[in-house]
Protein backbone atom coordinates (compact mmCIF):
# COMPACT_ATOMS: atom_id res chain seq x y z
CA UNK A 1 0.00 0.00 0.00
CA UNK A 2 1.53 3.15 -1.26
CA UNK A 3 1.30 6.45 1.06
CA UNK A 4 0.47 9.81 -0.59
CA UNK A 5 0.18 13.10 0.06
CA UNK A 6 -3.02 14.91 0.11
CA UNK A 7 -4.39 18.35 0.26
CA UNK A 8 -7.75 17.29 1.75
CA UNK A 9 -6.83 19.52 4.64
CA UNK A 10 -8.26 22.73 2.17
CA UNK A 11 -11.76 20.92 2.07
CA UNK A 12 -12.06 20.31 5.81
CA UNK A 13 -10.97 24.11 5.98
CA UNK A 14 -13.59 25.34 3.75
CA UNK A 15 -16.58 22.87 5.89
CA UNK A 16 -15.95 24.63 8.76
CA UNK A 17 -15.24 28.08 7.64
CA UNK A 18 -18.12 28.49 4.83
CA UNK A 19 -20.94 29.97 7.67
CA UNK A 20 -18.49 32.86 8.08
CA UNK A 21 -17.06 33.22 5.29
CA UNK A 22 -20.16 32.34 2.80
CA UNK A 23 -22.00 35.66 2.65
CA UNK A 24 -18.85 38.11 1.52
CA UNK A 25 -17.66 35.38 -0.74
CA UNK A 26 -21.34 35.94 -2.52
CA UNK A 27 -21.14 38.86 -3.09
CA UNK A 28 -17.27 39.17 -4.27
CA UNK A 29 -17.81 36.64 -7.35
CA UNK A 30 -21.25 38.24 -8.18
CA UNK A 31 -19.34 41.73 -8.46
CA UNK A 32 -20.59 43.88 -5.73
CA UNK A 33 -17.82 44.58 -3.69
CA UNK A 34 -17.15 48.44 -3.11
CA UNK A 35 -13.62 47.06 -5.34
CA UNK A 36 -15.69 45.15 -7.81
CA UNK A 37 -12.80 42.36 -7.47
CA UNK A 38 -13.83 38.56 -7.62
CA UNK A 39 -11.56 37.14 -4.84
CA UNK A 40 -12.15 33.47 -5.50
CA UNK A 41 -12.83 31.45 -8.82
CA UNK A 42 -16.06 30.18 -9.53
CA UNK A 43 -15.07 26.69 -8.89
CA UNK A 44 -14.45 27.30 -5.56
CA UNK A 45 -17.68 28.69 -5.05
CA UNK A 46 -19.15 26.04 -6.31
CA UNK A 47 -17.55 23.71 -3.89
CA UNK A 48 -18.38 25.48 -0.73
CA UNK A 49 -21.84 25.56 -2.42
CA UNK A 50 -21.99 21.90 -2.44
CA UNK A 51 -21.31 21.80 1.06
CA UNK A 52 -23.74 24.65 2.15
CA UNK A 53 -26.15 22.13 3.15
CA UNK A 54 -23.94 20.36 5.21
CA UNK A 55 -23.35 23.68 6.85
CA UNK A 56 -26.54 24.22 7.57
CA UNK A 57 -27.13 20.84 9.45
CA UNK A 58 -23.75 21.28 11.35
CA UNK A 59 -25.07 24.84 12.57
CA UNK A 60 -28.26 23.49 13.33
CA UNK A 61 -27.08 20.71 15.48
CA UNK A 62 -24.28 23.11 17.52
CA UNK A 63 -27.25 25.70 18.34
CA UNK A 64 -30.26 23.67 18.74
CA UNK A 65 -29.87 19.99 19.70
CA UNK A 66 -31.08 19.11 23.12
CA UNK A 67 -27.88 18.63 24.38
CA UNK A 68 -24.67 20.54 23.81
CA UNK A 69 -22.92 18.57 20.87
CA UNK A 70 -18.83 18.19 20.11
CA UNK A 71 -17.92 19.71 16.87
CA UNK A 72 -14.70 17.23 16.56
CA UNK A 73 -17.24 14.46 16.69
CA UNK A 74 -19.52 15.83 14.19
CA UNK A 75 -16.51 16.50 11.87
CA UNK A 76 -15.12 12.84 12.40
CA UNK A 77 -18.76 11.82 11.88
CA UNK A 78 -18.72 14.01 8.32
CA UNK A 79 -15.81 12.21 7.07
CA UNK A 80 -16.37 8.89 7.80
CA UNK A 81 -20.32 9.45 6.24
CA UNK A 82 -18.43 10.27 3.00
CA UNK A 83 -16.28 7.40 3.11
CA UNK A 84 -18.61 5.10 3.92
CA UNK A 85 -21.36 6.50 0.95
CA UNK A 86 -18.99 4.87 -1.34
CA UNK A 87 -20.33 1.53 0.30
CA UNK A 88 -16.08 0.45 -0.29
CA UNK A 89 -15.38 -1.57 3.26
CA UNK A 90 -11.71 -1.05 2.40
CA UNK A 91 -12.09 2.76 2.40
CA UNK A 92 -12.38 4.26 5.94
CA UNK A 93 -11.24 6.83 8.26
CA UNK A 94 -8.96 6.23 11.47
CA UNK A 95 -9.23 8.12 14.31
CA UNK A 96 -5.81 9.04 16.28
CA UNK A 97 -6.52 5.69 18.04
CA UNK A 98 -6.78 3.43 15.55
CA UNK A 99 -4.28 5.09 13.56
CA UNK A 100 -1.72 4.83 16.26
CA UNK A 101 -2.57 1.09 16.59
CA UNK A 102 -2.52 0.64 12.54
CA UNK A 103 1.11 1.83 12.76
CA UNK A 104 2.12 -0.20 15.66
CA UNK A 105 1.00 -3.39 13.89
CA UNK A 106 2.94 -2.36 10.66
CA UNK A 107 6.25 -2.76 13.20
CA UNK A 108 5.13 -5.58 14.46
CA UNK A 109 4.93 -4.69 18.42
CA UNK A 110 1.91 -3.73 19.62
CA UNK A 111 0.29 -3.26 23.40
CA UNK A 112 -3.13 -5.80 23.02
CA UNK A 113 -4.23 -8.97 23.55
CA UNK A 114 -2.27 -10.92 20.35
CA UNK A 115 -4.75 -11.87 18.46
CA UNK A 116 -5.09 -11.41 14.43
CA UNK A 117 -8.71 -10.87 13.30
CA UNK A 118 -10.81 -10.59 10.26
CA UNK A 119 -14.27 -10.16 8.66
CA UNK A 120 -15.85 -13.43 7.90
CA UNK A 121 -18.44 -14.03 4.68
CA UNK A 122 -21.02 -14.48 7.74
CA UNK A 123 -20.51 -11.14 9.16
CA UNK A 124 -18.79 -12.30 12.51
CA UNK A 125 -15.09 -11.00 13.62
CA UNK A 126 -13.60 -14.03 13.56
CA UNK A 127 -9.94 -14.60 15.21
CA UNK A 128 -7.65 -16.50 12.80
CA UNK A 129 -4.34 -16.27 14.69
CA UNK A 130 -3.71 -16.31 18.63
CA UNK A 131 -0.05 -15.35 18.82
CA UNK A 132 2.51 -17.96 20.57
CA UNK A 133 3.13 -16.62 24.74
CA UNK A 134 0.37 -13.94 24.42
CA UNK A 135 -2.17 -12.72 26.67
CA UNK A 136 -4.91 -14.04 24.38
CA UNK A 137 -3.36 -17.60 24.26
CA UNK A 138 -3.11 -16.97 28.19
CA UNK A 139 -6.72 -16.90 28.59
CA UNK A 140 -7.62 -19.66 26.51
CA UNK A 141 -8.61 -17.58 23.36
CA UNK A 142 -8.43 -19.89 20.29
CA UNK A 143 -8.15 -19.67 16.65
CA UNK A 144 -11.56 -19.80 15.21
CA UNK A 145 -13.16 -17.80 17.72
CA UNK A 146 -15.64 -15.55 17.04
CA UNK A 147 -16.34 -12.26 19.07
CA UNK A 148 -19.84 -11.45 19.84
CA UNK A 149 -19.02 -8.43 22.28
CA UNK A 150 -16.40 -6.97 23.87
CA UNK A 151 -16.63 -5.62 27.66
CA UNK A 152 -20.60 -5.89 27.28
CA UNK A 153 -20.65 -4.12 23.53
CA UNK A 154 -21.77 -5.90 20.82
CA UNK A 155 -19.64 -5.87 17.23
CA UNK A 156 -19.68 -7.42 14.47
CA UNK A 157 -17.49 -7.97 11.09
CA UNK A 158 -20.12 -5.59 8.59
CA UNK A 159 -17.24 -3.80 7.20
CA UNK A 160 -13.45 -2.90 7.77
CA UNK A 161 -14.92 0.29 9.81
CA UNK A 162 -16.76 -2.02 12.28
CA UNK A 163 -13.52 -4.03 12.49
CA UNK A 164 -11.36 -0.98 13.27
CA UNK A 165 -13.53 0.00 16.46
CA UNK A 166 -13.64 -3.69 17.58
CA UNK A 167 -10.00 -3.40 17.58
CA UNK A 168 -10.00 -0.39 19.74
CA UNK A 169 -12.46 -1.50 21.75
CA UNK A 170 -9.80 -4.62 22.67
CA UNK A 171 -6.88 -1.89 23.50
CA UNK A 172 -6.10 -0.34 26.50
CA UNK A 173 -3.39 0.15 28.93
CA UNK A 174 -1.04 -2.53 30.54
CA UNK A 175 -2.06 -4.60 33.01
CA UNK A 176 -5.75 -3.82 32.48
CA UNK A 177 -8.83 -6.80 31.41
CA UNK A 178 -10.93 -7.01 28.77
CA UNK A 179 -14.19 -9.12 28.56
CA UNK A 180 -14.32 -10.96 25.03
CA UNK A 181 -17.48 -12.78 24.84
CA UNK A 182 -17.13 -15.40 21.61
CA UNK A 183 -18.76 -18.39 20.05
CA UNK A 184 -16.81 -21.49 19.64
CA UNK A 185 -18.95 -24.13 18.50
CA UNK A 186 -21.95 -22.70 18.86
CA UNK A 187 -21.76 -22.28 22.76
CA UNK A 188 -21.15 -18.55 24.30
CA UNK A 189 -18.14 -18.17 26.30
CA UNK A 190 -16.55 -14.83 28.38
CA UNK A 191 -13.21 -14.91 28.59
CA UNK A 192 -10.89 -12.27 30.55
CA UNK A 193 -8.03 -11.38 28.79
CA UNK A 194 -5.16 -8.87 30.55
CA UNK A 195 -3.66 -6.75 27.99
CA UNK A 196 0.17 -6.51 27.69
CA UNK A 197 3.29 -6.00 25.73
CA UNK A 198 2.57 -8.13 22.36
CA UNK A 199 6.10 -8.70 20.06
CA UNK A 200 4.51 -10.18 17.27
CA UNK A 201 6.49 -12.21 14.08
CA UNK A 202 4.95 -12.55 11.31
CA UNK A 203 6.95 -15.65 9.90
CA UNK A 204 6.98 -19.33 11.15
CA UNK A 205 9.45 -21.91 10.10
CA UNK A 206 10.35 -26.06 10.53
CA UNK A 207 11.47 -28.60 8.72
CA UNK A 208 8.77 -31.45 8.47
CA UNK A 209 9.52 -35.08 7.42
CA UNK A 210 10.99 -36.11 4.15
CA UNK A 211 13.09 -32.80 4.62
CA UNK A 212 10.05 -30.60 3.01
CA UNK A 213 10.47 -26.89 4.38
CA UNK A 214 7.73 -25.48 5.58
CA UNK A 215 7.21 -21.14 6.32
CA UNK A 216 3.76 -20.06 7.15
CA UNK A 217 3.23 -16.38 6.90
CA UNK A 218 0.92 -15.20 8.82
CA UNK A 219 0.55 -11.22 6.94
CA UNK A 220 2.80 -9.46 4.95
CA UNK A 221 3.65 -6.67 7.94
CA UNK A 222 6.31 -5.97 10.20
CA UNK A 223 9.27 -8.47 10.03
CA UNK A 224 8.00 -10.83 7.08
CA UNK A 225 10.72 -9.42 4.62
CA UNK A 226 13.99 -9.84 6.64
CA UNK A 227 11.86 -13.04 8.88
CA UNK A 228 11.50 -14.89 5.38
CA UNK A 229 14.48 -14.47 3.93
CA UNK A 230 16.49 -16.08 6.98
CA UNK A 231 13.70 -18.67 7.41
CA UNK A 232 14.42 -19.70 3.84
CA UNK A 233 18.39 -19.40 4.39
CA UNK A 234 17.89 -21.59 6.90
CA UNK A 235 15.64 -24.02 5.45
CA UNK A 236 18.13 -24.35 2.70
CA UNK A 237 21.32 -25.22 4.65
CA UNK A 238 19.57 -27.86 6.58
CA UNK A 239 18.79 -29.74 3.51
CA UNK A 240 15.34 -28.61 2.27
CA UNK A 241 14.38 -30.61 -0.98
CA UNK A 242 11.35 -28.97 -1.44
CA UNK A 243 9.06 -25.97 0.32
CA UNK A 244 5.29 -25.40 1.49
CA UNK A 245 4.60 -21.75 1.82
CA UNK A 246 0.97 -21.69 3.65
CA UNK A 247 -0.70 -18.41 3.78
CA UNK A 248 -4.22 -19.91 4.93
CA UNK A 249 -5.88 -17.21 6.99
CA UNK A 250 -3.48 -14.75 6.23
CA UNK A 251 -5.13 -11.14 5.24
CA UNK A 252 -2.81 -9.75 3.67
CA UNK A 253 -1.12 -6.31 3.83
CA UNK A 254 1.61 -4.03 2.69
CA UNK A 255 1.89 -4.46 -1.74
CA UNK A 256 5.76 -3.76 -1.36
CA UNK A 257 6.61 -6.13 1.17
CA UNK A 258 4.78 -9.42 -1.08
CA UNK A 259 6.62 -7.88 -3.72
CA UNK A 260 10.18 -8.54 -2.07
CA UNK A 261 8.75 -11.99 -0.96
CA UNK A 262 7.84 -12.86 -4.35
CA UNK A 263 10.92 -12.33 -6.04
CA UNK A 264 12.83 -14.67 -3.41
CA UNK A 265 10.16 -17.29 -5.14
CA UNK A 266 9.98 -16.55 -8.79
CA UNK A 267 12.33 -16.22 -11.50
CA UNK A 268 12.62 -13.13 -13.69
CA UNK A 269 9.62 -11.69 -14.97
CA UNK A 270 5.90 -9.96 -13.70
CA UNK A 271 4.82 -10.01 -10.37
CA UNK A 272 1.53 -8.21 -10.50
CA UNK A 273 1.04 -4.67 -11.73
CA UNK A 274 -1.78 -2.31 -10.59
CA UNK A 275 -3.93 0.02 -12.56
CA UNK A 276 -6.11 3.06 -10.94
CA UNK A 277 -9.21 4.47 -12.82
CA UNK A 278 -7.31 6.93 -15.63
CA UNK A 279 -5.58 4.31 -16.77
CA UNK A 280 -1.43 4.85 -15.32
CA UNK A 281 -0.06 1.08 -14.51
CA UNK A 282 2.37 0.40 -12.03
CA UNK A 283 4.05 -3.54 -12.91
CA UNK A 284 6.17 -4.66 -9.84
CA UNK A 285 9.18 -7.44 -11.10
CA UNK A 286 10.86 -10.10 -10.09
CA UNK A 287 14.57 -10.50 -11.34
CA UNK A 288 16.57 -13.72 -12.15
CA UNK A 289 18.06 -14.87 -8.45
CA UNK A 290 15.60 -16.65 -6.78
CA UNK A 291 14.79 -20.07 -4.65
CA UNK A 292 14.07 -22.98 -7.10
CA UNK A 293 12.92 -25.72 -4.82
CA UNK A 294 10.12 -27.95 -5.90
CA UNK A 295 7.26 -25.32 -4.46
CA UNK A 296 3.41 -25.69 -3.20
CA UNK A 297 1.27 -22.75 -1.66
CA UNK A 298 -1.89 -23.02 0.97
CA UNK A 299 -4.58 -20.85 0.68
CA UNK A 300 -8.42 -20.82 1.71
CA UNK A 301 -11.19 -18.92 1.65
CA UNK A 302 -9.59 -16.08 4.43
CA UNK A 303 -6.41 -15.56 2.18
CA UNK A 304 -6.84 -12.27 0.76
CA UNK A 305 -5.33 -9.24 -0.93
CA UNK A 306 -1.36 -9.44 -0.95
CA UNK A 307 -1.85 -13.47 0.14
CA UNK A 308 -3.69 -14.06 -3.51
CA UNK A 309 -0.95 -11.51 -5.10
CA UNK A 310 1.97 -14.01 -4.08
CA UNK A 311 -0.49 -17.14 -4.51
CA UNK A 312 -1.88 -16.24 -8.13
CA UNK A 313 1.71 -15.08 -9.00
CA UNK A 314 3.12 -18.73 -8.31
CA UNK A 315 0.38 -20.19 -10.58
CA UNK A 316 0.57 -17.99 -13.51
CA UNK A 317 4.41 -18.64 -14.10
CA UNK A 318 4.18 -22.26 -13.33
CA UNK A 319 6.09 -22.00 -10.64
CA UNK A 320 4.71 -24.06 -8.04
CA UNK A 321 0.92 -26.08 -7.09
CA UNK A 322 -1.68 -24.09 -5.21
CA UNK A 323 -3.57 -26.59 -2.88
CA UNK A 324 -6.74 -26.05 -0.57
CA UNK A 325 -9.79 -23.88 -1.33
CA UNK A 326 -10.43 -20.58 -3.44
CA UNK A 327 -9.18 -17.42 -1.88
CA UNK A 328 -11.10 -14.62 -0.34
CA UNK A 329 -11.06 -12.52 -4.14
CA UNK A 330 -9.88 -8.77 -2.70
CA UNK A 331 -8.47 -7.39 -5.45
CA UNK A 332 -8.03 -4.03 -5.00
CA UNK A 333 -5.19 -1.72 -3.12
CA UNK A 334 -5.48 0.76 -0.60
CA UNK A 335 -3.40 4.16 -0.45
CA UNK A 336 -2.73 5.12 2.91
CA UNK A 337 -2.79 8.59 4.32
CA UNK A 338 -1.49 10.06 7.48
CA UNK A 339 -2.74 13.59 9.29
CA UNK A 340 -0.04 15.15 11.29
CA UNK A 341 -2.15 17.56 12.74
CA UNK A 342 -4.33 15.33 14.80
CA UNK A 343 -2.43 11.96 14.11
CA UNK A 344 -5.29 10.55 12.56
CA UNK A 345 -5.77 8.66 8.86
CA UNK A 346 -7.26 7.34 6.48
CA UNK A 347 -7.20 4.79 3.27
CA UNK A 348 -9.18 4.29 -0.19
CA UNK A 349 -8.85 2.04 -2.51
CA UNK A 350 -6.98 3.61 -5.56
CA UNK A 351 -6.27 0.72 -7.87
CA UNK A 352 -6.98 -2.66 -8.99
CA UNK A 353 -4.09 -5.67 -9.17
CA UNK A 354 -3.75 -7.67 -11.75
CA UNK A 355 -2.18 -11.07 -11.96
CA UNK A 356 0.94 -11.78 -14.31
CA UNK A 357 -1.86 -13.23 -16.94
CA UNK A 358 -3.74 -9.98 -16.78
CA UNK A 359 -6.61 -11.37 -14.53
CA UNK A 360 -8.49 -8.92 -11.45
CA UNK A 361 -9.29 -11.57 -9.03
CA UNK A 362 -11.53 -9.30 -7.08
CA UNK A 363 -14.91 -10.86 -5.64
CA UNK A 364 -14.11 -14.43 -7.23
CA UNK A 365 -10.34 -15.25 -5.68
CA UNK A 366 -7.72 -17.29 -6.51
CA UNK A 367 -8.90 -21.11 -7.42
CA UNK A 368 -5.89 -23.65 -6.13
CA UNK A 369 -4.47 -26.19 -8.61
CA UNK A 370 -5.40 -28.82 -6.12
CA UNK A 371 -9.05 -28.11 -4.01
CA UNK A 372 -9.04 -29.65 -0.94
CA UNK A 373 -11.56 -29.15 2.20
CA UNK A 374 -9.61 -28.37 5.63
CA UNK A 375 -9.39 -31.55 7.68
CA UNK A 376 -9.87 -29.68 10.89
CA UNK A 377 -10.89 -26.20 11.33
CA UNK A 378 -8.16 -25.83 14.54
CA UNK A 379 -5.44 -28.01 12.54
CA UNK A 380 -4.03 -24.60 10.96
CA UNK A 381 -3.39 -23.04 14.12
CA UNK A 382 -2.10 -25.58 16.33
CA UNK A 383 1.09 -26.18 14.35
CA UNK A 384 2.03 -28.30 10.88
CA UNK A 385 0.76 -31.66 12.03
CA UNK A 386 0.37 -33.99 8.49
CA UNK A 387 -1.69 -36.24 10.00
CA UNK A 388 -4.52 -34.04 10.84
CA UNK A 389 -4.16 -31.45 8.41
CA UNK A 390 -5.46 -32.65 4.88
CA UNK A 391 -4.69 -29.50 2.99
CA UNK A 392 -1.02 -30.04 4.07
CA UNK A 393 -1.02 -33.20 3.54
CA UNK A 394 -2.07 -32.62 -0.09
CA UNK A 395 0.93 -30.48 -0.35
CA UNK A 396 3.52 -32.77 0.66
CA UNK A 397 2.06 -35.39 -1.55
CA UNK A 398 2.18 -33.14 -4.43
CA UNK A 399 5.68 -32.02 -3.79
CA UNK A 400 6.96 -36.04 -3.53
CA UNK A 401 5.19 -35.90 -7.29
CA UNK A 402 8.23 -33.26 -8.48
CA UNK A 403 10.47 -35.04 -10.50
CA UNK A 404 13.34 -32.63 -8.72
CA UNK A 405 12.19 -33.87 -5.43
CA UNK A 406 12.69 -37.82 -6.07
CA UNK A 407 15.93 -36.92 -7.49
CA UNK A 408 17.18 -35.25 -4.66
CA UNK A 409 15.69 -37.86 -1.96
Not at 205 to 230: H, K, P, R
Not at 285 to 302: E, F, G, Q, R, T
Not at 362 to 367: E, K, L, M, R
Not at 385 to 402: K, Y
Request: proline share 2%; with cysteine.
Amino acid sequence: MKKKNLMILAIVWLLVMVSIAASTITLLVSGRSSQGSHWVSSEAYEMIERYSKLETVRSALVENYYEEVDEDTLMTGAIRGLMAALEDPYTYYYSPDEWERHGEEAQGAYHGLGLLVQNNAEGYIEIIRVYEGSPAEDAGVCAGDLIVSVDGTEVSGESAQTLNETVLYMKGEDGTEVALTVLRDGEALTLRVKRGSVNVSNVRACMLEGEIGYVNIYQFMGDDVDAFSEALESLQRDGARALVIDLRNNPGGLLDDVVEIADLLLPEGLIVYTQDRAGSRQDYYSDDAYCDLPLAVLINDMSASASEILAAAVQDHGRGVLVGTRSYGKGVVQTVVGFEEDGSGMQYTSSCYYTPNGSNIHGTGVVPDIVVEADEDDAISQGPDIARDAQLRAAVEALDGFPEAEDAA
